[in-house]
């Protein structure tokens, strides 16, 4: 076996259904082959599994967008028992729809529960209607992320954090649980240069959605970069490494060159068994 081209993760499927992507069999999809999905990976060694959020979503959103996305807290607390070493991102939670101290009780509780396996991907969020629906402000969204990457950082391990920023200010209270890791992982989701200067300056990870390969390059050039600092892209189609080997392994390639330190994994699939054979295949050809 040779050294792996990358890490691998999982765009989860089943908690997360756009129209084009998804394969029918998601649709009625139980929470045993979820947990099945978790398992396989786990086992196989992929770096982490995903869920995104939404709370309700504009009906006129549905062809675009879609319409499921499990709440991510309760899915990743269930997986989380279920696994025992893939970590758990989500990807991304809306920094403006929470309070940063609800983020660090919620989130820090689930890193407790899992043993330190949280990975925390926000993002500043763009469908005012959503925005409007939970009362969050939206035309300040992204200096109040900013505000709020901030106190996450100074709260997310700390039983009795203390920030006093521009949007966001607290001191004297306790959280507890708070996080077990020393420095949760923070990433920044987004499909602008803006969400990777985010990412740079105040977080530890970048993990762009509707961004080319050439694009992320592109801006990834501009940055240099603090060693550890994760690039999260997805290869630019889904992959078949049972039918299509060398496509594949090249894809692969093409997405490390394009400055990915992790590669976010979908497949051409048509049912659970054939998704988990796809898992196995392509961590044998990752490291072939």
């Known amino acids: 076996m040779g050294a792996a081209i990358a890490k691998l993760s999982v765009a989860t499927p089943v908690v997360t259904m756009v129209p084009a992507i998804s394969a029918d069999w998601e649709k009625s999809a139980a929470v045993e082959d979820l947990a099945q999905i978790a398992e396989t990976a786990d086992r196989l060694g992929y770096h982490h599994l995903t869920c995104s959020e939404h709370i309700a979503l504009p009906a006129a959103e549905q062809q675009r967008r879609g319409t499921r996305y499990w709440d991510p807290l309760a899915t990743l607390g269930y997986l989380a028992a279920r696994t025992r070493h893939i970590r758990l991102a989500t990807n991304v939670v809306v920094l403006g729809y929470h309070h940063p101290l609800e983020i660090a009780k919620r989130y820090g509780t689930l890193d407790v ?65 708070c996080a077990v890791q020393d420095h949760v992982p923070i990433w920044v989701g987004g499909r602008t ?35 550890g600092f994760e690039v999260v892209l997805a290869a630019p189609s889904p992959l078949d490494p049972i039918n299509e080997p060398q496509r594949a392994r090249d894809l692969l390639a093409e997405t490390a060159a394009h400055g990915a330190s992790i590669i976010s994994t979908t497949f051409t699939h048509t049912s659970l068994q054939h998704y988990l054979e796809n898992l196995a295949a392509l961590t044998e050809l990752n490291t072939a």
């Open 113 to 177: 529960v899992s043993n330190g396996r949280l990975i925390l991907g926000v993002g500043v969020g763009s469908l005012k209607e959503e925005f409007d629906l939970v009362g969050a402000a939206f035309d300040d969204r992204g200096p109040r992320a900013d505000d709020a990457l901030r106190a996450l950082r100074a709260a997310l391990s700390v039983r009795q954090p203390a920030y006093h920023g521009e949007f966001y200010s607290f001191s004297g209270m306790v959280v507890d649980p």
């Open 193 to 227: 240069m803006r969400s990777l200067r985010r990412a740079a300056t105040l977080a530890d990870g970048w993990a762009p959605f509707n961004v080319t390969l050439r694009q992320a390059r592109s801006w990834l050039g501009q940055w240099d970069l603090r060693p």
